[in-house]
């Protein structure tokens, strides 16, 4: 992916360039914030709720999942009668795709996005934004990188991760999940109502 030049100065924003990108020499990132929460690893969410859940078509999500844009990390499908299941990320990075492709980001500069939030561990992402000026899409960690960015007249349209992922959080609570193990039907999951539930049960 190609870089505008200013995004590898040292403390400012970075270009992804497809790959798990490190803060360039002299970065400093913001103090941490607190991890949003996520489900368990065993939980899955079917084709429709991932869709109802990010905002995006079925034809879309089928899309992407056979061109290897997003696909599903918890099951794929394996012929026909088989069902796709999504975990709580990949419906974030759904929703993040979506919100990109409407502001005409390259798919090239998307693939790069992915991979990235992919590999980035849960607290990065909750102080992370994904910015673009069209180009390319850079990863801002601290309020100083957006400023830097907007001043130098590049970022043009904005994701914060951490907004997305609650946003995520609140449409899948009153949507199904499915237990990957059993293929038990969660009614309305929320990921912080079974937390509380768990802690009420030790107390």
């Not at 991932?50 to 905002?55: F, I, L, M, R, S």
């Amino acid at each position: 992916m190609r870089s505008t030049g200013s995004g590898t100065a040292a403390g400012g924003p970075f270009p992804l360039h497809g790959g798990a990108a490190a803060p360039a020499p002299g970065h400093t990132a913001a103090a941490p914030a607190e991890a949003p929460r996520e489900p368990s690893e065993g939980i899955g969410y079917r084709g429709p709720t991932a869709c109802a859940a990010a905002g995006i078509t079925y034809r879309q999500l089928d899309y992407w999942a056979r061109t290897g844009l997003v696909e599903p990390s918890v099951r794929p499908a394996y012929g026909s009668g088989t069902q796709r299941l999504y975990s709580f990320r990949d419906v974030v990075v759904l929703k993040i795709v979506k919100r990109f492709l409407d502001t005409g980001v390259s798919l090239q500069n998307i693939r790069a996005a992915v991979q990235h939030l992919r590999a980035r561990e849960r607290a990065d992402l909750a102080q992370m934004t994904l910015m673009s000026d069209g180009a390319t899409v850079y990863e801002c960690s601290s309020p100083d990188d957006v400023v830097s960015l907007l001043q130098g007249g590049q970022g043009i349209f904005g994701i914060a991760v951490g907004v997305v992922w609650r946003d995520v959080e609140n449409a899948l609570s009153q949507l199904h999940g499915e237990r990957v193990e059993t293929g038990e039907t969660l009614i309305g999951h929320n990921p912080a109502d079974e937390l509380a539930r768990r802690r009420n049960r030790a107390v």
